[in-house]
Structure formats: structure tokens, C-alpha cells
T-cell receptor, first 113, second 112 residues
Framework: GDSVTQMEGPVTLSEEAFLTINCTYT??????LFWYVQYPGEGLQLLLK?????DKGSNKGFEATYRKETTSFHLEKGSVQVSDSAVYFC????????????FGKGTSLLVTP | DAGVIQSPRHEVTEMGQEVTLRCKPI?????LFWYRQTMMRGLELLIY????????DSGMPEDRFSAKMPNASFSTLKIQPSEPRDSAVYFC??????????FGPGTRLLVL
């Protein structure tokens, strides 16, 4: 079945450092890929998405490119801020298996001043 | 837009009691999802509805869990009887485009 694998956390970075959170997936067909962010005590918010190969999703300085050849959707940001501290979830939706999202385990990010 | 509304935000109950979680999706959305989040298992889909009809309930852990969606603006997730291992954060999400799901703030359930 479909699955999403994220790098283990927690990730601790200093403010203005470069961020990469790795995400790879296994799926049949052509899934859509998502990054969600969860701030402490809150629900999940969509951060960005890509619906086909080579698409790049971007939002709030974060980017991720849908790489079908490597089945990856790595999240990057050039300069993180303390306010980016949160848990980040990679997810896929595969029309072959309905409309539900299949989430990775989440990666906790802590940015220190 | 009020977003997805869940109630209660926090629930503490004793083992064996019935628990009912409530969700109001975003107006106009035709898909509704219930997820459970725990440290051990991460985010798991429990059930989802499309146009008020349950489409996939394979994630519902056992018969103690049941979910209903009597109309387009309301859904419930019920646990009867509750057990300590049901302690988790339960999220409701809704969607109209079958792509982007919008999540509620969650209900934090603690079963003693």
C-alpha cells in the first residue's frame, strides 16, 4: 500500500540556518503530495502542495519539488525563524485509494535564537 | 470563514464511559475526515464521509468506535465504552476539492 517516510526528528537549528526535511513516498499511480505544519496545541495547516511530477509547491519561504524519479518531496527553507518551530508532516493523496491523506510520522523542528 | 469547528476541545473521562466528539465542517465542503493522533502511531485516518455517506471506515479500531454524519454540517465520533488506550488527539478535517483538507483544532481526549 501507499506510504510516506520522513526523516526522524527532532531537528534543532539556529535562526537563519538552512532547513531540509526529507520525505520519500511509495505509491501506485500519480499521487498528490502535501506538506502540513502543526504548531504547538493547534491543528494541522496546509503549508504547500504539488499535484504532478516536477511541480514545485511554495509558501512562506518554504519550497518542495515533486520528484517522481526519486519518489521524493523534500521540504526546504533558506533561512528559518524561531516562529517556524513546529511539527511538519509530509502526506500523499492517491486517487487510486480514495480521498484520504496518508501521513508520515512528522518531523519536529526547533529553531533557537 | 469559521473553519472546521470541533467540540469539546478537551475531554477527560473515566474508563467505561461513553465519549462523543463533534465536528462542524466548513460550509460547502462535501468530504469529512476523522483522524487520530498519538505519539506511537502518528496520524491515522479513522473514517471519511463523502456527501454524508461513509466511504472508508477501515481505520476504525474496533466496534467501540462509531461515526455518523446525519447532515452536511455535522458529524460525531463516538467511543463506547472508552478505554485508556483511546487517549489521543482526535482531528476532524473537511474538503471540497478532494485535494486540500482543512483541519479543526482537535479534541484532546484523556481516558483515566
Amino acid at each position: 500500500g501507499d506510504s510516506v517516510t520522513q526523516m526522524e526528528g527532532p531537528v534543532t537549528l539556529s535562526e537563519e540556518a538552512f532547513l531540509t526535511i526529507n520525505c520519500t513516498y511509495t505509491a501506485t499511480g500519480y499521487p498528490s503530495l502535501f506538506w502540513y505544519v502543526q504548531y504547538p496545541g493547534e491543528g494541522l495547516q496546509l503549508l504547500l502542495k504539488a499535484t504532478k511530477a516536477d511541480d514545485k509547491g511554495s509558501n512562506k519561504g518554504f519550497e518542495a519539488t515533486y520528484r517522481k524519479e526519486t519518489t521524493s518531496f523534500h521540504l526546504e527553507k533558506g533561512s528559518v525563524q524561531v516562529s517556524d518551530s513546529a511539527v511538519y508532516f509530509c502526506a500523499l493523496r492517491n486517487s487510486n485509494s480514495g480521498y484520504a491523506l496518508n501521513f508520515g510520522k512528522g518531523t519536529s523542528l526547533l529553531v533557537t535564537p | 470563514d469559521a473553519g472546521v469547528i470541533q467540540s469539546p476541545r478537551h475531554e477527560v473521562t473515566e474508563m467505561g464511559q461513553e465519549v462523543t466528539l463533534r465536528c462542524k465542517p466548513i460550509s460547502g465542503h462535501n468530504s469529512l475526515f476523522w483522524y487520530r493522533q498519538t505519539m506511537m502511531r502518528g496520524l491515522e485516518l479513522l473514517i471519511y464521509f463523502n456527501n454524508n455517506v461513509p466511504i472508508d471506515d477501515s481505520g476504525m479500531p474496533e466496534d467501540r468506535f462509531s461515526a455518523k454524519m446525519p447532515n452536511a454540517s455535522f458529524s460525531t465520533l463516538k467511543i463506547q465504552p472508552s478505554e485508556p488506550r483511546d487517549s489521543a488527539v482526535y482531528f476532524c478535517a473537511s474538503s471540497s476539492t478532494q485535494e486540500t483538507q482543512y483541519f479543526g483544532p482537535g479534541t484532546r481526549l484523556l481516558v483515566l
